[in-house]
């Protein structure tokens, strides 16, 4: 992963891992243990689906750019599939508490997306390719005086 794209991917779960912690503290004091490890289980799931996400969109815009737009929403539809297979298959579980489950989870998306929108303003993206070896001229049009 080049630089930019780790320095990228940092911003955004440095913030998230740190409101998952203050979440996880929260929920531990008011609904004990079971609810400190459903928001962990929230942090944690929703640090592991945006960071892929993330990582996929960077390297598909690296790769394929013109399908840039349709991976996005492919992406996005694909990680509310698994989060309802996720939460069908935990429904009825007793080993954490699903509403701080869910609470870290939002808590932790939000936190991500908002990391991710300053990451990219503070970004300074290039509008020319400044790799770019061909240095053509551009062709005149019209008549030459």
Same mark, same amino acid.
């Given at each position: 992963?080049?630089?930019?794209?780790?320095?990228?991917?940092?911003?955004?779960?440095?913030?998230?891992?740190?409101?998952?912690?203050?979440?996880?503290?929260?929920?531990?004091?008011?609904?004990?243990?079971?609810?400190?490890?459903?928001? !962990?289980?929230?942090?944690?799931?929703?640090?592991?689906? #945006? $960071?892929?996400? &993330? *990582? @996929?969109? =960077?390297?598909? !815009?690296?790769?394929?750019?013109?399908?840039?737009?349709? #991976? $996005?929403?492919? &992406? *996005? @539809?694909? =990680?509310?599939?698994?989060?309802?297979?996720?939460?069908?298959?935990?429904?009825?579980?007793?080993?954490?508490?699903?509403?701080?489950?869910?609470?870290?989870?939002?808590?932790?998306?939000?936190?991500?997306?908002?990391?991710?929108?300053?990451?990219?303003?503070?970004?300074?993206?290039?509008?020319?390719?400044?790799?770019?070896?061909?240095?053509?001229?551009?062709?005149?049009?019209?008549?030459?005086?």
């Amino acid at each position: 992963m080049p630089s930019n794209d780790a320095r990228n991917l940092l911003q955004c779960a440095v913030p998230t891992a740190a409101a998952g912690a203050i979440v996880v503290a929260v929920s531990a004091a008011v609904a004990g243990g079971k609810g400190a490890i459903g928001a !962990a289980v929230g942090t944690l799931l929703a640090i592991l689906f #945006m $960071g892929i996400g &993330l *990582y @996929v969109l =960077q390297w598909t !815009a690296k790769t394929l750019p013109q399908l840039f737009q349709a #991976m $996005g929403l492919m &992406l *996005y @539809v694909a =990680q509310l599939l698994l989060l309802l297979i996720f939460v069908a298959l935990f429904k009825d579980t007793s080993l954490f508490n699903a509403k701080t489950f869910a609470i870290s989870l939002v808590v932790a998306t939000v936190v991500w997306m908002a990391a991710q929108a300053r990451a990219h303003m503070k970004a300074k993206l290039f509008y020319i390719d400044p790799d770019s070896t061909k240095s053509e001229k551009p062709e005149k049009t019209g008549p030459s005086s």
